[in-house]
């Protein structure tokens, strides 16, 4: 037996900010828009939940056919649903948030998307929707989970230095940290396997690479380890 509501109800929609990281800075992947409303203009990644699909599933397959983008990590952020966010209908949307390593995906624009792009976080164009504001809430949740969670390994190639993980930090922050302390702190944490390999194709002094050990961190996590940096 089939029901229907009496109600009107409101549209389902996701949205994801997909953070990548450069040698320099924080990006963003966003898309243009070929569509009405805000065509032509850059938006998140996103769109409308099918009936048939669970949240997750729509925000993936969303990253899948609108960028190109596959097997990142994602996490769901927040739920907005001010009245007049789409001009359209009453859209209400559940936004993500993931992290990608730059160099695994290779981009590209489909569906109802008629550019991709990444963005840095300190150069964005004028963006569609309430996007700035997910976008803005997303960066802010970064900040702080990084602190006390290993989200920023997915942003680092399997095997890193040292310097490349305290930049990767610092870029996160915005802030400068200091080197001794640093590798003080995240090398008591006993979570990162040194390896027998060195940076390669570098002019200074190559320097030793590691890899972060996800099992220990899972298994010390049931037993009441916190991380903190």
């Given amino acids: 037996m089939s029901y229907s509501y009496q109600y009107p109800r409101a549209a389902l929609a996701v949205d994801c900010v997909v953070f990548g990281l450069s040698e320099s800075d924080l990006k963003v ?47 769901q952020l927040y739920t907005f649903g001010d009245l007049n966010r789409d001009p359209r209908e009453r859209v209400v949307t559940v936004a993500y948030y993931a992290l990608a390593k730059l160099s695994d995906h290779r981009i590209q624009a489909a569906t109802d998307a008629m550019g991709v792009g990444w963005y840095s976080l300190d150069d ?3 963006l569609a929707f309430d996007h700035q504001h997910i976008l803005d809430m997303a960066r802010d949740r970064l900040r702080g989970k990084v602190r006390y969670a290993p989200i ?10 040292l310097t490349q993980l305290q930049r990767l930090y610092e870029i996160i922050l915005g802030t400068e940290l200091d080197k001794r302390n640093f590798r003080k702190k995240i090398l008591s944490l006993d979570l990162l396997v040194e390896t027998d390999e060195v940076e390669q194709g570098v002019r200074h002094r190559a320097a030793r690479l590691y890899r972060f050990d996800r099992r220990k961190y899972d298994r010390l996590t049931k037993q009441g380890f916190e991380m903190s940096i």
């Avoid at 065509?39 to 409308?48: C, H, N, T």
């Fill in 29 to 75: 992947l966003l898309i243009q828009r070929k569509i009405a409303p805000f065509q032509l203009a850059w938006a998140l990644p996103g769109g409308f939940v099918r009936l048939e699909e669970t949240l997750d599933a729509a925000a993936r397959r969303e990253l899948a056919e609108e960028a190109g983008v596959t097997d990142v990590y994602l996490e």
């Fill in 124 to 126: 964005l164009p004028k």
């Fill in 152 to 161: 920023g390994f997915e942003l680092l190639p399997p095997r890193f230095s």
